[in-house]
């Protein structure tokens, strides 16, 4: 059996929402690192054959993440084509409603009951169910990795919608349980906590806001997917006691 560890053994990662603006630059940077990698997709098919032609070898899971059995299925299917798993990297999220960031928009009063619920089960909900299957598939007695992608959104107090930010800080508080329940198995669980990026949801923020975050920030710029990508590679490539732990990387706000 292939063993984690910080000498260059090959792995086999799971990247959950691997289509996404950090979720595809996650899926190269492990490849990069000779890692075995296989990632889910919710609707952009076109980008998942696009990444599978960049990343020969890599595998393609289609799963609608808003349901409990299907985070289940894609963490069982991904770890099968695997041949076992021994990273799962939860890059997987929505925005919500694209209206609510909209100059002006009512950020509290305009989520209704069927926001809430997407929210909560795209982001929480599916990072609990595979966070659980994981556990089942991985190497017993570890090493193993677990590591989810926030948001800065779930530990500072900043502009966004509310289930957006109460989503986030389930993530954060979930890292912190998981990492206590799991150590036992040898499993590390952490969580990182970008910033403004130069994609993703920074899109559709208005330039307002945009240019208050420049102006606050340390380093005046926004971050890139492969910032945050280069990061979650070292947590899957060279951790071996950090867990428990948000990192924050939002350029020193």
């Known amino acids: 059996m292939i063993e984690s560890d910080p000498v260059g053994n090959p792995l086999r990662c799971l990247v959950l929402g691997g289509t996404g603006h950090v979720g595809a630059e996650t899926c190269r940077a492990l490849a990069r690192d000779g890692h075995r990698v296989a990632f889910t997709y919710r609707r ?37 084509a695997l041949g076992g798993l021994d990273a ?18 009512e950020k509290f009063l305009g989520i209704d009951a069927a926001g809430w619920r997407d929210m909560l089960d795209v982001t929480a909900q599916s990072t609990f169910a595979a966070a659980q299957a994981a556990c089942r598939l991985m190497p017993p007695g570890g090493p193993g990795t ?23 800080g389930a993530l954060r508080a979930m890292t912190q349980a998981l990492a206590q329940e799991l150590g ?3 499993i590390r669980v952490n969580m990182l906590a970008p910033g403004l ?18 102006k606050h920030c340390s380093l005046k710029r926004l971050g890139t997917a492969r910032e945050i ?8 490539r060279e951790n071996t006691y950090v867990t428990g732990q948000t990192i924050l990387l939002d350029g020193g706000l």
């Open 229 to 236: 990508a280069e990061v979650a590679a070292w947590f899957v």
């Open 184 to 186: 036992k198995r040898g």
């Open 44 to 80: 952009n098919e076109a980008l998942a054959q696009k990444l599978l032609k960049e990343l020969p070898g890599s595998i393609a899971i289609r799963a609608e993440l808003t349901r409990w059995d299907d985070a289940v299925r894609a963490v069982e299917e991904g770890a099968k």
């Open 197 to 214: 990026l130069d994609g993703g949801v920074a899109s559709l923020l208005p330039p307002k806001l945009l240019e208050d975050y420049l």
């Open 88 to 105: 799962l990297l939860q890059c997987a999220g929505t925005a919500g409603d694209p209206k609510l960031y909209e100059p002006g928009a």
């Open 146 to 168: 677990i590591l989810i992608v926030g948001s800065m959104d779930g530990v500072k107090a900043v502009p966004a919608p509310v289930h957006y930010a109460a989503a986030k």
